[in-house]
């Protein structure tokens, strides 16, 4: 029997929390649903998929589409732990559904890595997950499980290299800061060049930001670290302006 993947160590989820899920089967009274990060089945009570006070005339093809990943709420787990899960009340304005959300894409980030890494040194990708990814998933208390591993990278992958370093990329990829300014000079080219070099000199920046022109007059600044964050941008660009009266440099574009 082929073992599927299962990306949280623990074995439910908590009650009211959010979770991934599809369904898989229209009964009479309920849908069947599966949540792919726990690897393990639910269902859905009918008046738990919609608001609406009755289902009559309504589609159920397209209120509950079979294997399409949606959204829902853990809102019981029984005492044969059965687990009972809701669509209805999802708000995707909230600040709570939005960071869910995010939290998805860095999952689908970090499993990415650990794939790219366990298939290149020949490694069984589930028993690497579970044998070095549940360990830290059962410490990161409230972080979550990407965040908690990037707090902590340096001290957890230090011998599994290729894996740190993948996973850096991926952080830089999907979180490097970006701030746009716009700079002219009355002299030329050669004027802008020269400030931009001698600021990154000035802050110590050379090997951390990257300065790039988008359209004139538009710069953008760009981290080459995962953990820079938008101060140093600031930092960067305050000198730059302090130290050149003769460029017209804006914050604002």
Same mark, same amino acid.
């Given at each position: 029997?082929?073992?599927?993947?299962?990306?949280?160590?623990?074995?439910?989820?908590?009650?009211?929390?959010?979770?991934?899920?599809?369904?898989?089967?229209?009964?009479?009274?309920?849908?069947?649903?599966?949540?792919?990060?726990?690897?393990?089945?639910?269902?859905?009570?009918?008046?738990?998929?919609?608001?609406?006070?009755?289902?009559?005339?309504?589609?159920?093809?397209?209120?509950?589409?079979?294997?399409?990943?949606?959204?829902?709420?853990?809102?019981?787990?029984?005492?044969?732990?059965?687990?009972?899960?809701?669509?209805?009340?999802?708000?995707?304005?909230?600040?709570?559904?939005?960071?869910?959300?995010?939290?998805?894409?860095?999952?689908?980030?970090?499993?990415?890595?650990?794939?790219?890494?366990?298939?290149?040194?020949?490694?069984?990708?589930?028993?690497?997950?579970?044998?070095?990814?549940?360990?830290?998933?059962?410490?990161?208390?409230?972080?979550?499980?990407?965040?908690?591993?990037?707090?902590?990278?340096?001290?957890?992958?230090?011998?599994?290299?290729?894996?740190?370093?993948?996973?850096?990329?991926?952080?830089?990829?999907?979180?490097?800061? %970006?701030?746009?300014?716009?700079?002219?000079?009355?002299?030329?080219?050669?004027?802008?060049?020269?400030?931009?070099?001698?600021?990154?000199?000035?802050?110590?920046?050379?090997?951390?930001?990257?300065?790039?022109?988008?359209?004139?007059? %538009?710069?953008?600044?760009?981290?080459?670290?995962?953990?820079?964050?938008?101060?140093?941008?600031?930092?960067?660009?305050?000198?730059?302006?302090?130290?050149?009266?003769?460029?017209?440099?804006?914050?604002?574009?």
């Amino acid at each position: 029997m082929t073992t599927r993947f299962r990306f949280y160590s623990n074995n439910y989820p908590n009650e009211k929390s959010m979770v991934n899920f599809i369904f898989t089967k229209h009964l009479d009274n309920c849908f069947e649903c599966f949540l792919p990060e726990y690897n393990i089945n639910a269902i859905m009570p009918f008046q738990f998929a919609t608001l609406k006070t009755s289902l009559k005339n309504k589609n159920i093809n397209t209120l509950a589409p079979l294997n399409k990943p949606l959204v829902g709420t853990v809102e019981e787990i029984s005492s044969d732990n059965t687990i009972i899960i809701s669509m209805a009340y999802i708000d995707k304005q909230s600040d709570e559904y939005k960071t869910f959300e995010d939290d998805n894409q860095k999952n689908k980030c970090l499993v990415s890595c650990v794939k790219q890494y366990t298939t290149k040194n020949n490694i069984n990708f589930i028993e690497y997950w579970e044998n070095r990814i549940y360990p830290l998933d059962i410490k990161r208390d409230m972080f979550s499980l990407f965040d908690y591993i990037i707090e902590n990278i340096n001290d957890l992958f230090e011998i599994d290299k290729t894996l740190l370093d993948l996973i850096k990329n991926i952080v830089i990829k999907n979180t490097n800061p %970006i701030t746009k300014f716009k700079m002219v000079s009355s002299n030329g080219i050669d004027e802008i060049k020269e400030a931009i070099t001698k600021t990154l000199h000035d802050t110590k920046m050379y090997n951390i930001l990257n300065i790039t022109l988008e359209t004139p007059p %538009i710069y953008i600044i760009s981290s080459k670290n995962y953990d820079i964050t938008i101060e140093e941008h600031n930092l960067f660009l305050d000198t730059l302006i302090n130290n050149n009266n003769t460029l017209y440099i804006s914050k604002t574009i």
